[in-house]
């Protein structure tokens, strides 16, 4: 009879919080992920992560979303800080998001070896990468979050495919043959 009465008392609360789904799903997407603030106190990029559970739940329950941080690149040392940097999360959540910098800086970019559009490619499998001044392709994921702001402004577009075919290159460059295209009179 116990059990009854939990299964029963588990569906009439996922009956109850069901139409708020979308919503909590909504605001979980929105502070999920790597953001990029300026700290207060060193007026320097710092990469944060939101407890974007904690958002999703507060704002079910008080209409607000209530933002605290769940990680930090300035923490341990400054683990006890006042958080103010959340303020600029809560002026444009999507804004401060890494993935959402990523999406505009790629907009409309095509890759700088071979002129492919990079922007509309599919992101989970094929993610575009950069070219650093040094003209040494890497993927951004490598890019240590709080730096990369410095790390675009001085970087090129870069399309998967040619990414994979440098570092095939860079990694084994007694494989590769560099040949130049042949015009139509060289093949007489």
């Known amino acids: 009879m116990t059990t009854?009465?939990?299964?029963?008392?588990?569906?009439?609360?996922?009956?109850?919080?069901?139409?708020?789904?979308?919503?909590?799903?909504?605001?979980?997407?929105?502070?999920h992920g790597t953001s990029i603030i300026t700290c207060p106190e060193t007026c320097q990029p710092a990469a944060v992560e939101v407890n974007a559970v904690r958002a999703a739940l507060t704002l079910?329950?008080?209409?607000?979303?209530?933002?605290?941080?769940?990680?930090?690149?300035?923490?341990?040392?400054?683990?006890?800080?006042?958080?103010?940097?959340?303020?600029?999360?809560?002026a444009a959540p999507e804004d401060c998001l890494v993935r959402s910098m990523l999406g505009r800086w790629y907009a409309?970019?095509?890759?700088?070896?071979?002129?492919?559009?990079?922007?509309?490619?599919?992101?989970?499998?094929?993610?575009?990468?950069?070219?650093n001044p040094d003209r040494k392709t890497f993927e951004w994921r490598d890019v240590p979050p709080e730096t990369l702001p410095?790390?675009?402004a001085s970087?090129?577009?870069?399309?998967?495919?040619c990414h994979v075919a440098e570092c095939f290159r860079r990694e084994f460059p007694d494989l590769v043959t560099d040949r130049t295209?042949?015009?139509?009179?060289?093949?007489?």
């Open 4 to 31: 009854l009465l939990y299964v029963v008392g588990a569906l009439v609360a996922l009956l109850a919080i069901y139409p708020a789904i979308p919503i909590l799903a909504a605001t979980w997407r929105r502070y």
């Open 60 to 90: 079910l329950v008080g209409g607000t979303p209530n933002l605290r941080l769940k990680d930090c690149t300035r923490w341990p040392e400054r683990r006890g800080c006042g958080q103010e940097c959340l303020s600029q999360i809560e």
């Open 108 to 131: 409309g970019k095509t890759c700088v070896l071979c002129g492919q559009s990079v922007g509309e490619r599919d992101w989970l499998q094929h993610r575009p990468a950069l070219m």
């Open 150 to 152: 410095s790390v675009l």
């Open 155 to 161: 970087s090129q577009p870069v399309c998967w495919n």
């Open 181 to 188: 295209p042949q015009t139509h009179e060289q093949h007489r």
